[in-house]
């Protein structure tokens, strides 16, 4: 994932949203489980409010061991 923390987001002509912190967490579920879930928080500070956003993916991936 992209470090986001030091990246200004630049909407319409005057207006920026500038990124205040992000944090991500890796959770994987068990052992002998392949399904992995990536939860990220991004705060953003746009126009004097405060954002925050939750994305929550999950991947999943099947290894072919020997």
Known sequence: LPNLSTKRFSVGAKRSATVISSS??????GSGSSGTSVSSVLTLEFAGCK???YTTRSLSSQLDGA
């Open 24 to 29: 991500t967490q890796v959770s994987s579920s």
């Open 51 to 53: 954002l925050r956003l």
